[in-house]
């Protein structure tokens, strides 16, 4: 079975500049996680979709990054304007997880790695 | 909210030398418990998971984790590692309700020396 796709795989812009990452998760996954890993730290979430609909994004910077799912398949991460801390690689995962049922697998991306210089 | 501990940010050790990487959280009800490893290049790969029942828990590569809930602890072992376990493995927890987000712990780099 296909992975989760993500693209670009790396990305560098300059501060103040904006970026856009895309994801497709695996298919007939109904929850799409968008996660950010800093250097030396473990994933920590930004933004969880369950279908087209927003579950959680209460670690989303909403003042400059956006995310959307709009049609409950593949979904688009932005970032405007981009500042140096910024700098980490964008994980998107999917997983068939529905209400009540928290346990199921989460499955990662390779990553969009973005350098803001 | 939970959190999750790591105690070890990096271990070295030799080829055929027994590992154990500490893992704790912290949360007030029931837990899920995964550990996620990610070798050098890859993406992100579950190794194991505890939900219920037995609280050894067995997964990919010979590695297993044992739950011991008076501890909070989900410690990750394996007996003899070998240099292709190089990786860097991630301890996560989710709340066993809804749509619980998945915490991660920091993370331990582990490199194995042929």
């Known amino acids: 079975e296909a992975g989760v796709a993500q693209s670009p795989r790396y990305k560098i812009i300059e501060k103040r500049q904006s970026v856009a990452f895309w994801c497709n998760p695996i298919?007939?996954?109904?929850?799409l996680y968008w996660y950010q890993q800093i250097l030396g730290q473990g994933p920590k979430l930004l933004i969880q979709f369950q279908n087209n609909g927003v579950v959680d994004d209460s670690q989303l910077p909403k003042d400059r990054f956006s995310a959307e799912r709009l049609k409950g398949v593949d979904s688009t991460l932005k970032i405007q304007p981009a500042k140096l801390e910024d700098s980490a690689v964008y994980l998107c995962a999917s997983s068939s997880a529905r209400a009540g049922n928290s346990g199921n697998t989460i499955y990662f991306g390779e990553g969009s790695w973005l350098t803001v210089v | 909210a939970q959190s999750v501990s790591q105690h070890n940010h990096h271990v070295i050790l030799s080829e055929a030398a027994s590992l154990e990487l500490g893992c704790n959280y912290s949360?007030?009800?029931?837990?899920?418990l995964f550990w996620y490893v990610q070798y050098p290049g890859q993406h992100l790969q579950l190794l194991l998971k505890y939900f219920s029942g037995d609280p050894l828990v067995k997964g990919i590569k010979g590695f297993e984790a044992e739950f011991i809930k008076s501890k909070f602890s989900f410690n990750l072992r394996k007996p003899s590692v070998q240099w292709s376990d190089t990786a860097e493995y991630f301890c996560?927890?989710?709340?066993?309700?809804?749509?619980?987000?998945?915490?991660f712990g920091k993370g331990t780099m582990l490199l194995v020396s042929p």
């Open positions: 298919s007939g996954h109904a929850t």
């Open positions: 949360y007030g009800g029931t837990v899920n």
């Open positions: 996560a927890v989710n709340a066993n309700s809804g749509y619980s987000t998945l915490t």
